[in-house]
């Protein structure tokens, strides 16, 4: 997506302007209400919120419902918070988006500069991956998991996500390394320049942008899945998103709304903060899964 | 002769690098995605309940799955919710990337704005919107606290309006996301063909409606296309927002495989469901892809 904005020729008269105006606003005002209500109430005192006040400022300032959702809010048998989880959630991330990063690069590496008969079909059949309803790989993933011995770890959840991510990773770095001079990498060859080499010293250096869009999409998926979480997890393995849910539909006891807001907070932080620090090229590697070029 | 010999192979190993580079990851995807759909596809003609098993049952499990309620009920909601999702998604988004075009002052505050659910969890926008509209403590405690007694509102109780909480929800999670899309569309749009219209005396909702929008067909087909798939993937939000209540009322192909895999110790009937929710996508996604590529060449 071009971030330049480019004039339109059309032009609008007053009233429409006006109305216009309204009409972006109010849907502004849409967009931004449930993290306004997320925000809020996560400051409040349950009474506050069940005696209906949910759209309005605390009266109490309190950062308790925090501290509980972080630390000692009931989350399946034991009274832990949300703060094991997120570090589980941490663990299958890292080695997850780096190494569908780097496998990323190289299979585009490959795809776009030493290319052979049927690479645009086998390309197919990896993006294809990407799409596909991940409940047909449930069952046999499930099974496949316990034989490798990674069944309800964080490293079994990094393997997966790793897999079913290398699609994405692969188009974003294909389609940047496409317009890449083929010249530049023959006339390395002839100097007597490897296959690594070429990578090394002449890709890499310029592959920064599209490495950025590739690992904030990567983490944003990534943090953000539930299905292979709740599939594939133990109860000491599960990410963020399974233990904000285990939170929220827990039925035992009062529905500590302002916890569970608290926690809905904490689960969005990191992915909310790379969108604020680098939302430009989240929105670029959105763009290029459905509209390429 | 010795250097001949090493410098051969060398340039041996040079061809073959490329592939063995490519080779773990052409592994990966042949075990774990095509190997693993046929697995299932396969389990979906088995005996299989709590465990995979191998007894071959032909199409019995499709049998099955095609007379239960609870299959028919949640294909059903899928059609409410993929048609609305997917048509109000298209106008939010058409409508919005039109209005931001118009040299709009704080265009670079509002998009973000737009765009931002889709950076969360939809466990997060689940539990967000759950609440919210929870008659309890949410919008309707809060109308009528502020002195709209007779105000209503508990869709998401209700079972025959809660599957439109989930496509409410779903749309705020990703009409920024359509806008985004229309409006690359549109700024690429040539403004000499418009200027062109406009001196023959054309009004704007005939630019749009002639020109504009005619010529935003990739941006059309694009959005379709990644709607349909995400509304047929739609798992998560149902799980955070309803559970797939009250009763059934929300539930979803993708709800409907999990329990009866991983619950109701249905395998079988489990993997025929994956099958076909694979299917559905598969007609979709193939020749979308297959003309995306064949441009590229």
Known sequence: MSQATQDTAIRTGRVTRTLIYLVLLLFGLFYLLPLYVMLVNSVKPLEEITGGGMMNLPQVFTIEPWLKAWSSAQIGVDPTGLKPYFWNSIKMVVPAVIVSTILGALNGYVLTKWRFKYDTILFGLMLFACFIPFQIVLIPMARMLGIIGLAGTTWGLALVHVVYGIGFTTLYFRNYYAVFPTELIRAAQIDGAGFFQIFWRILLPSSGPIAVVSIIWQFTNIWNDFLFGASFADANSQPMTVALNNLVQSSTGVKEYNVHFAGAILAAMPTLLVYIVAGRYFVRGLMAGSVKG | ?297
């Not at chain 2, 899928?78 to 048509?87: E, K, N, R």
């Not at chain 2, 418009?194 to 941006?219: F, K, T, V």
């Open chain 2, 1 to 297: 002769m010795a250097v001949s010999a090493d410098a051969d192979f060398k340039t041996r190993l040079q061809n073959w690098i490329p592939k063995l580079v490519l080779s773990p990851s052409i592994a990966m995807m042949t075990v774990f995605v095509y190997g693993f759909i046929l697995f299932s596809v396969y389990l979906s003609f088995t005996d299989s309940r709590i465990l995979p098993t191998f007894g071959w049952v032909g199409w019995e499990n499709y049998d099955k799955l095609w007379r239960l309620s609870h299959w028919e009920t949640s294909l059903i909601n899928m059609g409410i919710f993929a048609s609305l999702y997917i048509v109000i998604c298209t106008c939010i988004g058409l409508g919005l990337a039109i209005f931001l075009d118009q040299k709009i002052r704080g265009e670079g505050l509002l998009r973000p704005i737009y765009l931002y659910p889709m950076a969360l969890s939809f466990i997060v926008t689940g539990t967000a919107w759950k609440w919210f509209l929870d008659p309890g403590i949410g919008l309707e405690n809060v109308m009528q606290t502020w002195g709209w007694e007779s105000f209503e509102f508990d869709w998401i109780k209700d079972r025959n309006f809660a599957i439109y909480t989930v496509v409410l929800a779903a749309v705020w999670q990703t009409s920024g996301f359509v806008m985004a899309m229309f409006l690359a569309g549109l700024r690429g749009i040539d403004n000499e063909i418009l200027r062109a219209a406009q001196m023959d005396g054309a009004s704007n909702w005939n630019l749009y409606r002639r020109i504009i929008i005619p010529q935003l067909r990739p941006a059309f087909l694009s959005a379709f296309v990644i709607l349909s798939h995400l509304a047929i993937k739609t798992f998560d939000l149902v799980i955070a927002l309803t559970g797939g209540g009250p009763g059934r009322a929300t539930e979803l192909p993708a709800t409907f495989m999990y329990s009866y895999t991983f619950t109701r110790n249905q395998m079988g009937i489990g993997a025929a469901s994956a099958t076909i929710m694979l299917m559905t996508i598969a007609a979709i996604m193939i020749p979308y892809l297959y003309a995306e590529l064949r441009e590229k060449r």
